[in-house]
């Protein structure tokens, strides 16, 4: 009887890891789609649905790196001209990243923060803003 | 009569060893000191040297807010000061450098940003036809010393 109780604890374990594994390999496929989208310029709707997925998962440390490298290496454009519609746009988007990072409070996202607002002219000035409430935001006491 | 010599004795002795025991007052022999006066004087506090997080996150943001509505040398030199204080904080704030996770690299990336902007407004004072001598002698100053920070 004992043992029977064992092997049945055993299996439900089993199949739950295996249910965990499928889910976070699922949703490690979601995040990557959604960066992937996200990395290319223009595709604004596309990006704002992308973003969604991010915006669900804010807190996960994936997210936030995903972010951070978002901002660093694919939104701060030297040649940003407000009256250039994809740049425009794609300044929207990073505006809506750094809303993202703000809710997570996360300290990694300093760096990319303090570029946006150090080179203030390569970007609209309501993602400079939103960068500066991002930097006022962060919990430095988080790990 | 054995036992009264001994007591006188006894009695003698005790007198004698306690005018010993007696402590004299010993008096200071040097005057007490007198205070000195502090006369160290208290440096002003001054908002462009404080390299805190929460001083130079103000400053720069009080700088860049006001470049936008002014650009004459005065405002260009507080936004160099502004970003030569950024590059100050990167060098002392380890602890929060270390939490933010930066790199060697990321630190090196956002020092040279911060040294491209001061450099960028100080070199356009020095050139200025029209700023104030006080004003482009600070911006020299400032130069130099943003080459060795």
């Known amino acids: 009887m004992k043992q029977k109780n064992l092997s049945f604890v055993a299996i439900l374990s089993l199949l739950l890891f295996a249910t965990n594994l499928l889910i ?117 006491n988080l790990k | 009569m054995k036992l009264t010599n001994l007591s006188i004795l006894i009695l003698s ?55 936008k509505t002014s650009q004459d040398s005065a405002t260009k030199l507080n936004t160099a000061k502004a970003y030569i204080l950024v590059i100050k904080f990167l060098n002392t704030d380890k602890e929060r450098v270390k939490k933010a996770g930066m790199t060697e690299e990321d630190i090196i990336i956002l020092k040279n940003d911060s040294k491209e902007n001061a450099t960028i407004r100080l070199k356009e004072i020095i050139s200025s036809q029209t700023a104030p001598e006080n004003i482009k002698k600070e911006a020299e100053a400032k130069l130099r010393e943003l080459s060795s920070l």
């Open chain 2, 13 to 67: 002795l005790f007198v004698l060893t306690s005018g010993c025991g007696k402590k004299e007052e010993v008096k200071p022999t040097e005057s007490p000191k007198v205070k000195e006066e502090k006369t160290e004087v208290k440096k002003e506090y001054d908002p462009m040297e404080d390299p805190s997080f929460s001083n130079v996150m103000k400053v720069l943001r009080e700088a860049l807010d006001k470049e």
């Open chain 1, 24 to 140: 976070s390999e699922v949703q490690n496929e979601e995040l990557l789609q959604a960066y992937n989208t996200l990395k290319k310029a223009g595709e604004y709707e596309k990006k704002k649905k992308a973003l969604e997925v991010f915006a669900k998962n804010y807190n996960n440390e994936k997210v936030i790196s995903m972010l951070v490298d978002l901002l660093m290496y694919n939104y701060d454009n030297p040649d940003f001209k407000e009256n250039d519609q994809v740049a425009f746009y794609d300044d929207v988007i990073a505006e809506e990243i750094i809303k993202i990072l703000t809710k997570s409070g996360h300290p990694s996202a300093f760096p990319a923060l303090l570029r946006y607002v150090l080179y203030n002219k390569r970007h609209r000035d309501a993602t400079v803003n939103a960068a500066w409430k991002a930097i006022k935001n962060i919990d430095w």
